[in-house]
C-alpha cells in the first residue's frame, strides 16, 4: 500500500485546513506521549501502560466527528489519542500513569488510561471489558427519553444528543456487548459503537473470536447498520463516524462501525508479541501507519512542509517533557486517600 492514498470525500472533504491540521496534532501528541511512556516504564518510572500507537486515526476521527465535550464518550483502555481530541490534557495522562495526587480519572486509584473526566462527559469505565457498552446504550436511552418528554431540544447542539463507546474486537465476545447492541437496536437509540479492531485480543486471534470475518456483520442481528471502515486512514474514519453521528442527531438510531487497525506494538508493557506473532507480520502493518499516511496526505495538499512538521515535533516535545516533569515533581496520594471517595460519610 502507497501513503499518500488518503483522498478527502464526503464529510472530510468539508473539513477546514485548521481542523485537518487540528487532527494531525492530536495523532501526534497521543504517539509521543505515548512512545514516552514506554521509555517511562522500561526506566521503572511507571508501573503499566497500555498503548494507542496505531489507533490514532481511528480514534481523533471519531472524537472529531461528535460535538466535543458535549457527546457522552465511554471509551476503553486504549483511547488516548480519543480523549486527548476530547479534552484531557497530557498532564492528566502523565498524573494517570504515574498515579499522583489530584489524577483526573480516579485520584490515582484506577490503572491508568481507564479515562474519566466529568467536565468532558466522559465516563468512568471497568476493568471488565465491554461493561461500558450496555452503560453507554443506557445513556442514550436516556437522552432519547429526555427528548421524547421535550426536557431537551434534539437540534440543542449544546447538549449531549448521543453516546459513543469504543471497543477491541475481542471484547465483543462478551455478553455485555450484545445486550448493549441489542438494547440500542430494540429502541433506535441515539448510539454508536466503535470496534477497534486490531487483530488481536492480547495473543488471541480474530479467527478465534468470531466465525464471521467481520464484527460488523454481527449488527445485522440487532437491526443496526454495520460498517467496516479502514481504521488507518483519518479521512475515511472521519466519514463514516459523521455518517453514524448525523444518523443519531437525526433520530435515525444506532450505528455499529468497526474499524481495521492494528497495534504495532504489544499489547501493554506487561506483554511479549513475539510470542504469538511474526516480525514480518508486524513490521508489513508500520508500513501502513496512520501518521505516515496523514503526513503524507498533508504534504500532498500543501498544509505540512518538512519545516512546519519539525515544528509541530518541537512543540510536542515540549508539551510531553513538560507533562512528565509536572507528573514527577508532584506527590503521590497519601495513603489515607485510598479511603476517601469510597464510602459516603456518616453523618
Ligand atoms: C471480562 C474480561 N475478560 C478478560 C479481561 C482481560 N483483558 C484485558 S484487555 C483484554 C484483551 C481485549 O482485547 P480487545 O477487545 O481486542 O481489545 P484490544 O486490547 O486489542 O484493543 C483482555 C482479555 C478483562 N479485562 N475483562
Ligand atoms: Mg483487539
Redesign the pocket.
Known amino acids: 500500500m502507497t501513503t499518500a492514498d488518503l483522498k478527502a470525500k464526503g464529510y472530510a472533504a468539508q473539513l477546514s485546513a485548521e481542523t485537518l491540521l487540528d487532527m494531525y496534532w492530536f495523532m501526534l501528541l497521543s504517539r509521543r506521549l505515548d512512545e514516552r511512556a514506554w521509555v517511562l516504564h522500561r526506566q521503572g518510572k511507571i508501573a503499566f501502560h ?1 498503548s494507542a500507537i496505531g ?1 490514532e486515526a481511528t480514534q481523533v476521527a471519531a472524537a472529531f466527528a461528535i460535538q466535543r465535550g458535549v457527546d457522552f464518550v465511554y471509551p ?3 483511547d488516548l489519542a480519543m480523549v486527548l481530541a476530547l479534552g484531557v490534557t497530557p498532564r492528566d495522562f502523565m498524573f494517570s500513569v504515574y498515579g499522583k495526587q489530584g489524577e483526573l480519572s480516579s485520584g490515582g486509584r484506577q490503572m491508568p488510561s481507564h479515562w474519566s473526566a466529568r467536565h468532558l462527559n466522559i465516563v468512568t469505565q471497568s ?5 461500558q457498552v450496555p452503560q453507554a446504550a443506557g445513556t442514550a436511552f436516556a437522552i432519547q427519553y429526555r427528548q421524547k418528554l421535550g426536557l431537551v431540544d434534539p437540534r440543542d447542539p449544546s447538549k449531549p444528543r448521543l453516546a459513543l463507546t469504543c ?6 465476545s ?1 455478553g455485555d456487548w450484545h445486550e448493549g447492541m441489542n438494547w440500542a437496536g430494540v429502541h433506535k437509540l441515539p448510539f454508536i459503537c466503535l470496534v ?3 487483530q ?3 495473543s ?1 486471534p480474530f479467527e478465534l ?1 468470531s466465525a464471521v470475518p467481520n464484527v460488523a456483520d454481527r449488527a445485522a442481528a440487532y437491526g443496526v447498520p454495520g460498517v467496516v471502515v479502514d481504521g488507518n486512514d483519518v479521512l475515511a474514519v472521519y466519514d463514516v463516524m459523521r455518517e453514524a453521528v448525523l444518523r443519531a442527531y437525526n433520530g435515525d438510531g444506532p450505528t455499529l462501525v468497526e474499524a481495521k487497525t492494528y ?1 504495532p506494538v504489544p ?1 501493554s508493557s506487561d506483554d511479549d508479541d513475539r510470542s504469538y506473532r511474526s516480525r514480518e507480520e508486524v513490521e508489513e502493518w508500520k508500513r501502513r501507519d496512520p501518521i505516515l499516511r496523514y503526513t503524507e496526505f498533508l504534504m500532498a495538499e500543501g498544509l505540512l512542509t518538512q519545516h512546519t512538521i519539525a515544528e509541530y515535533e518541537d512543540q510536542a516535545r515540549q508539551v510531553v517533557d513538560e507533562a512528565q516533569r509536572e507528573a514527577e515533581a508532584a506527590p503521590y496520594p497519601p495513603a489515607e486517600a485510598a479511603l476517601s471517595a469510597v464510602y459516603a460519610p456518616l453523618e
Request: charged letters at 10%.
Open positions: 497500555v489507533h476503553y483502555y486504549r476493568a471488565v471489558v465491554a461493561s471497543l477491541g474486537e475481542g471484547s465483543t462478551q477497534q479492531n486490531n488481536y485480543a492480547i488471541v473470536q497495534r499489547h
